[in-house]
């Protein structure tokens, strides 16, 4: 079964200086049918004015991704860590016991476009740390690239829960196929372009939560960047 979240259905506000939509409920968006999918908690898309961005302000029992579509984030923590995050780098911070962090937007020119990713840890208490890796566009193209997994695979940041985050670049007739196994879950987010999921369509924005769906063929309808998330 594949259900569309579409992406003018999606919470969320412009701020003036942060344009942000919500897959989830979120911040002062409630929606009680849109509570997550499985460990998955958060997919937020934002749009940070140049020059702006989010304070230090504290997290704990979370696993953070962030992934970068456009422009560049200034990443800071309480650990110590500072770092740029550019467009194909997987950035993951681990909350755990607590952390306090900010990002902002480091260009006065131009705007930052991403995706904020908060997915449920295997347990409470882990120790906070953080990790950020760059993944190459060609590592993507036609073929979906593991970013982010519990075991470290293929290079990937590790995450402290069973769940696992491809993306994949996709030119307008080109397929990826992925197989879900027996009890697995799938979330599907058009992060550019439009593609086709198992014959369905899904355009920029759109959302796919995906159950007793053992194979996906996925489709570039456009030019298409897209998070496939595999989760239990």
């Known amino acids: 079964m594949i259900t569309i979240r579409g992406s003018e259905e999606r919470g969320g506000a412009n701020h003036g ?10 911040d002062q968006y409630y929606d009680p049918r849109y509570m997550g999918f499985r460990s998955l908690r958060v997919i937020n898309e934002d749009w940070v004015q140049p020059g702006h961005g989010f304070p230090m302000h504290p997290h704990r029992d979370m696993e953070i991704i962030t992934y970068l579509l456009e422009g560049a984030l200034e990443h800071k923590d309480s650990m110590g860590n500072g770092s740029i995050i550019r467009p194909g780098d997987g950035q993951r911070m681990s909350a755990g016991t607590g952390i306090r962090h900010s990002e902002a937007n480091p260009s006065q020119t131009d705007p930052a476009h991403l995706l904020q990713i908060w997915i449920l840890p295997e347990r409470p208490g882990i120790k906070p740390s953080y990790e950020q890796k760059e993944f190459p ?92 998330f595999d989760l239990v």
């Open 17 to 26: 200086w942060l344009n942000t939509r919500h897959s989830f409920s979120f």
């Open 137 to 228: 566009a060609e590592e993507k193209r036609g073929k979906l690239r593991l970013i982010a997994s519990p075991d470290g695979k293929d290079g990937s940041v590790t995450i402290h829960q069973d769940a696992r985050l491809y993306v994949s670049l996709l030119q307008p007739g080109e397929e990826v196929e992925h197989e879900l196994a027996n009890g697995h879950y799938g979330w599907l987010q058009v992060a550019k372009g439009a593609i086709e999921l198992n014959g369905k369509p899904l355009r920029q924005g759109d959302g796919a939560a995906i159950s007793e769906e053992p194979k996906l063929d996925i489709k570039g309808a456009q030019d298409a960047e897209i998070l496939l």
